[in-house]
């Protein structure tokens, strides 16, 4: 099960940075971190940082896309927006699998993972312009959210995948290999939003009225 | 199982606007109001205007139609709740004595706060700014001796809280830069922590506002220099509580979490309310509170695909009360007393190097001036002979800080 809110009460934990402060009982130890990254020659607490970005990034999607597919009026793009809602919520279950592997805390939001959900959720805030534009175009927006979220995604399980490639043989490598493996479901629908979003664009501007 | 708002049913939206008549609320009587009864009004007025001024910020931020007029609608019904409930504050309680009251407020919340927070950085920042409002009570209470005539301390804050020096409020002028304190992470924050840092902002904020406009209201030179005086340092506190809010919450979350507050301090205050027309009042707007978390909630699902119940927690924390808590105030008086910031974190002043911004702060406000916070101490022994106190618990626990007649006891 895939946790899309996280909370101390759905396990978060974190690693405090110069102006964060996490609870003694949820910070990761940073031996821990350094652990997963020895045994395939990586920083563990690197991998663990860009781990949690990925995780985050999917969790924000995820919502993103429940938000979108309530709020679309189109048939089509809403069927769009529901299956973002499987593929994101699959990701973060990949995610947290492998940090399960890693014998990580599924709900760790390092300080690399903030940043990625400020920066999702930022993206998300679009739509709180909708009356500058007509409806047409909101909808258009929250496509556009969903294609900028989609790149960082498939941005992501390329980076992971490097990443993989260039550890050594491990336990930490396995588990970076099958979380590869499973980041690559809905990767043709995340691709083919740049196409959809271009046919909507083109079905605008061909349409009647002002 | 305990209180959860989601769960509750509310008094629907379109019913909650009052007219004239049911606003303006008949006062209590400050000579016979419990003094906590006194602070939980003071207290839920700055959390409504907290609510309602990030009401507005919020607005500032979207031009969405549904979302603004929902803000405005849930805006207005909060504004209504704070008319009535600072209108329960009578015409005949003076300015300085509603200064007291707030700074009454500002050491038995804090205390509270501090005492049942679980986070040990967040705790230490509480105790931190516990002992400089504690010193200001004392300020206030020597300048209302002087300005008003004497009992009126003890007919405000009763027994309850005792008058005596804290860190002394002319140390506490800090450089800005060690105002700012890290912030606690909402992934792994637990829910009253978040709370207490939601609350104490807004009770400080309300400080720094009320003796910004108040401050002038009064003739003699010296009653205008301490309230200026203490209003900067209601700034640094400000300044040091909103810092523990975690920057990265969303507009719909934080909209959530304040009406989620406000349901949690009236349903907190309805526990221990004295006085029946106000607990009724206390539970009256708990309903509208109510309905206020559902409309946020159904905001944040619709904007943000969150469900609000996975981020509130299942049930209401242990309520937040107003108790005494001399003892309290006594241990950390003696253990903190030196304590003072640099940076994000609190060291003892003694281990600051003679170059640390700290002191040239100090320079810059204090040197070669009268300063008020020290000038209304003297000005009571000059007048009375001795400076105002009130205590209970016997001696003060810094020995450099009990009393001597003739002199300045605050000198450091
Ligand atoms: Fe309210
Ligand atoms: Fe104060
Ligand atoms: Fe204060
Ligand atoms: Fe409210």
């Known amino acids: 099960m895939a946790t899309l809110i996280v909370t101390k009460d759905s396990g978060g934990a974190g690693r405090s940075e110069s102006m964060t402060v996490v609870p003694p009982g949820s910070e990761v130890p940073l031996p821990a971190l350094q652990a997963l990254g020895d045994l395939a020659g990586l920083k563990g607490v690197v991998v663990a940082d860009l781990i949690s970005a990925q995780a985050m990034h999917a969790r924000v999607s995820a919502r993103f896309a429940c938000s979108a597919a309530e709020k679309s009026k189109v048939g089509e793009l809403r069927k769009v927006h529901q299956a973002l809602i499987n593929i994101y919520t699959s990701h973060v279950a990949a995610l947290e699998s492998l940090f399960d592997e890693l014998e990580l805390p599924r709900g760790y939001v390092s300080p690399g993972g903030r940043v990625a959900a400020f920066l999702a959720q930022s993206l998300g805030q679009a739509p709180l312009l909708a009356g500058s534009v007509t409806p047409e175009w909101t909808e258009l927006t929250l496509l556009e959210v969903a294609l900028a979220l989609a790149e960082r995604s498939l941005a992501d399980a390329l980076a992971l995948a490097a990443i993989a490639a260039s550890a050594q043989t491990s336990s930490t490598r396995s588990a970076l290999d099958k979380a590869v493996t499973a980041l690559a479901a809905g990767k043709a629908t995340l691709e083919g939003l740049r196409e959809l979003r271009a046919h909507c664009l083109a079905a605008v501007a061909k349409s009647k009225g002002t | ?412």
Not at chain 2, 221 to 228: D, I, K, S
Request: glycine share 4%; net charge negative; proline share 7%.
């Open chain 2, 1 to 412: 199982m305990g209180f959860n708002p989601l769960t509750e049913q509310g008094i629907p939206l379109g019913k909650q606007i009052r007219n004239w008549r049911e606003l303006n609320i008949q006062p209590f009587d400050k000579r016979d109001v419990h003094p906590y009864t006194r602070a939980r009004v003071i207290v839920m007025n700055g959390i409504e205007v907290e609510s309602i001024l990030s009401s507005h910020q919020f607005a500032r931020h979207t031009d969405d139609w549904e979302v603004k007029t929902r803000l405005a609608l849930m805006r207005r019904a909060d504004q209504q709740q704070q008319k009535v409930v600072n209108w329960l504050l009578p015409g005949d309680q003076s300015v300085l004595e509603t200064t007291l009251a707030y700074e009454q407020v500002a050491i038995d919340l804090t205390a509270w706060l501090a005492r049942t927070e679980p986070d040990p950085y967040l705790k230490q920042v509480l105790d931190f700014g516990l002992l400089e409002d504690f010193d200001h009570l004392y300020r206030y209470a020597n300048l209302i001796d002087l300005i008003e005539g004497p009992h009126r301390v003890t007919e405000i804050v009763g027994d309850l809280t005792e008058v005596m020096p804290g860190r002394p409020t002319i140390v506490e002028h800090r450089h800005p830069y060690d105002e700012v304190r890290r912030h606690f992470d909402s992934h792994t924050v637990d829910p009253l922590s978040r709370m207490h840092a939601m609350t104490i902002v807004a009770a400080e904020q309300q400080t720094m506002n009320f003796y910004m406009n108040v401050g002038p209201m009064y003739v003699p030179r010296l009653a205008r220099g301490l309230y200026l005086e203490i209003a900067e340092i209601e700034e640094q506190h400000v300044t040091q509580y909103e810092s523990l809010l975690d920057p990265l919450d969303s507009w719909f979350q934080r909209e959530l979490f304040h009406h989620y507050n406000e349901c949690y301090l009236y349903w907190s205050f309805m526990q221990d309310e004295v006085d029946p027309r106000i607990r009724d009042l206390w539970e009256l707007h708990l309903m509208m509170e109510i309905e206020h978390v559902r409309v946020a909630g159904e905001l944040l699902k619709r904007h943000e695909g969150v469900d609000p119940q996975q981020l509130l927690p299942a049930e209401m924390p242990e309520p937040t009360r107003f108790q005494d808590n001399k003892h309290y105030i006594r241990e950390v008086l003696a253990a903190q007393i030196d304590l003072t910031a640099r940076g994000t974190e609190f060291v003892p002043v003694q281990s600051l190097p003679p170059d640390a911004r700290y002191f040239k702060y100090q320079k810059a406000v204090n040197e070669g001036v009268a300063v008020p916070s020290e000038k209304v101490i003297e000005e009571h022994v000059k007048q009375f002979g001795h400076d105002f106190r009130a205590t209970t618990e016997g001696p003060h626990p810094v020995e450099s800080l009990r009393s001597r007649p003739e002199a300045d006891d605050t000198e450091e």
